[in-house]
């Protein structure tokens, strides 16, 4: 069953601590996003890579990083230059067929 | 500067009626427009998209409405069900298809469908 996979569903991070959000797909689709939804608000992205190895910055890529080794993943490091990393963030990928982008169920990451 | 607009925060229809979800937009440049349905704690899922050059576009119950020269666009439910309640995202791109490129999202409409 192909789909997008995010892990965890919840993370807990300390002050000072940079952490990994995990995003993985089987669609074999070449480009890969991350979103951030904050509450009340619409999704704003974060990075994005349209193939393996390369990757753009988005509207709020201050304090985020990320890579693309391979085309199955695009895994997001909340570093600790992110001042406000308590969000949900959203993962999409998708391909040149002229479909529309899939998304994952999200992590929610909060600040202890 | 927000390009993509929902003002309309929550919508409570009867079930059977008509839903109608707007949207705003300010980039001329946008190619296509796509809404969203997203329910709690978990991410959005694609409904219906619509091309710049069409002002229509139909699938089922669902029917989205451009209108270019006001720069507006509408997602209609018809006839709405209990299974519709959720938050509709309006979003939108500048690229050869739906999915190309990064999309604009707008802040969402809450859809509550009383039984």
């Known amino acids: 069953d192909g789909g997008i996979t995010q892990s965890p569903k919840y993370l807990f991070r300390k002050e000072g601590q940079n952490v990994t959000l995990s995003c993985e797909q089987n669609l074999n689709h070449d480009a890969m996003y991350w979103y951030r939804q904050d509450p009340g608000q619409g999704l704003r992205l974060i990075y994005y890579?349209?193939?393996?190895?390369?990757?753009q910055k988005g509207d709020i890529a201050e304090g985020y990083s990320v890579s693309r080794e391979k085309k199955e993943s695009f895994p997001l490091t909340v570093t600790s230059a992110q001042k406000n990393p308590t969000a949900f963030y959203l993962c999409a990928s998708s391909d040149g067929s002229g479909q529309p982008q899939h998304f994952g169920d999200g992590t929610r990451l909060s600040i202890l | 500067d927000q390009q993509v607009k929902q003002n309309s925060p929550s919508l409570s229809v009867q079930e059977g009626r008509i839903s109608i979800l707007n949207c705003d937009y300010t980039n001329s440049m946008f190619d296509y427009f796509l809404w969203y349905k997203k329910y709690p704690a978990e991410g959005p899922t694609f409904l219906i998209s619509i091309s710049s050059i069409k002002d229509k576009n139909e699938d089922g119950r669902f029917t989205v409405f451009l209108n270019k020269s006001a720069k507006h666009l509408s997602l209609h439910i018809v006839p709405s069900q209990p299974g519709d309640s959720a938050v509709y995202f309006c979003a939108a791109s500048a690229g050869d298809w739906p999915g190309a490129n990064n999309l604009f999202f707008g802040t969402g409409t809450r859809l509550t469908v009383i039984p």
């Open positions: 890579s349209q193939i393996v190895n390369d990757f």
